[in-house]
């Protein structure tokens, strides 16, 4: 009986100690494929390119174009790339790409705000609001590049 009351013991404090062990960290399910400059490269700088390239005008031979799409399809283009712009800002803000939890969130943050800025923009098919939204997303770019990325072989040029 005694034997059988301590065994029963045992076990409660055993579970107890248990429960007071740190888990080890769950392991993330995610697996970043590429890095910061690979990032850049290869999706935000694409996406971007297509707002930028979307809005506004230039001068040919022929005389000004104007850049924003003239159909549907084209728009939609247009809101499939400012849905990257915007997907990559969260992205950046992975802890296997983020370098801190501060200024560099911030500017994550604004690149998702200027990317929903734009996808909006392409759903309305408003030419000036993606003109707009490009503008504050290229000052995201920059103030980013500022702070961050000082040892670029480019910057220094
Ligand atoms: C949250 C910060 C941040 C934002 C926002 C940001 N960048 Fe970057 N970008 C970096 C950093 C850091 C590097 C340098 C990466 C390295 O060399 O390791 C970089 C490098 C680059 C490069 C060079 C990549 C290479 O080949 O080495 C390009 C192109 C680029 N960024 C484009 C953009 C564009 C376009 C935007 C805006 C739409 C943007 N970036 C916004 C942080 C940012």
């Not at 034997?3 to 013991?9: D, K, T, V």
């Not at 970043?32 to 400059?37: P, Q």
């Not at 849905?83 to 690149?111: C, I, R």
Request: hydrophobic share 45%; with cysteine.
């Amino acid at each position: 009986m005694d034997i059988h009351f301590n065994g029963i013991m045992f076990v409660v404090i055993a579970a107890m100690l248990a429960g007071c062990e740190q888990p080890p960290p769950p392991e993330e399910p995610y697996q970043s494929v590429t890095d910061v400059a690979g990032l850049m490269r290869q999706v935000l700088e694409p996406a971007s390119d297509v707002l930028w390239d979307s809005a506004g005008s230039i001068m040919t031979e022929a005389g000004e174009e104007r850049l924003a799409p003239t159909t549907d399809e084209g728009w939609l283009v247009v809101q499939q790339q400012a849905t990257v712009v915007a997907e990559s800002g969260n992205t950046l803000m992975m802890p296997t790409y983020a370098p801190d939890q501060g200024d560099w969130v911030e500017f994550s943050k604004g690149l998702v705000a200027a990317g929903k800025v734009a996808m909006e923009a392409a759903a309305n098919q408003d030419e000036e609001a993606l003109f707009q939204a490009g503008a504050r997303l290229y000052s995201v770019c920059v103030a980013c590049h500022q702070l961050y990325w000082t040892n670029a072989p480019q910057a220094a040029e």
